[in-house]
């Protein structure tokens, strides 16, 4: 089965909130060896005009992949996981996710290119806090390779 083009502008329901904890910016952090003190230390972050530890810029991935999980699930979707790959990643952001943030994401599919018969498909997770401001935009590709013997 190929990858559905019918995917393109499809809209996902948006994710349950997700409330970003400090041990897991912390966590986070040290994961990605994020050492500036603003992320590890709260005194650190509210001199830097911040209520909570702010977390790595790539903590998005987190709440976006509750978003491509969605998208993996589709039954009609042509994705077969073990013939992806996470090819790309970008963010924009608004402003920086802080420990205490409740965010929701919501995920398109903004295009598909076709390349000898493996499929790059471009996504963006609107992420956006309690009060529905935008805070960030995760935008990602994956690379779904074409089936045995299709070119």
Do not use: C, W
Not at 116 to 139: C, F, K, L, P, R
């Amino acid at each position: 089965m190929a990858v559905n083009q019918e995917l393109i502008s499809r809209e996902f329901p948006p994710t349950a909130p997700y409330l970003v904890g400090r041990e897991k910016v912390r966590e986070f952090a040290r994961a990605v060896f994020a050492d500036a003190a603003q992320h590890t230390d709260v005194d650190a972050a509210r001199a830097a005009g911040f209520d909570d530890v702010v977390a790595p810029p790539t903590f998005a991935m987190v709440i976006q992949d509750l978003t491509l999980q969605q998208l993996l699930s589709e039954e009609d979707s042509g994705i077969v996981l073990a013939r992806t790959i996470h090819a790309e990643q970008r963010f924009a952001y608004t402003r920086p996710i802080v420990a205490g943030d409740e965010l929701t994401a919501q995920l398109r599919v903004t295009g598909i290119r076709m390349m000898g018969g493996n499929a790059m498909i471009t996504s963006e997770a609107a992420i956006a806090d309690a009060e529905g401001a935008h805070v960030v935009t995760a935008t990602s590709v994956l690379l779904v390779g074409a089936e045995e013997g299709a070119q």
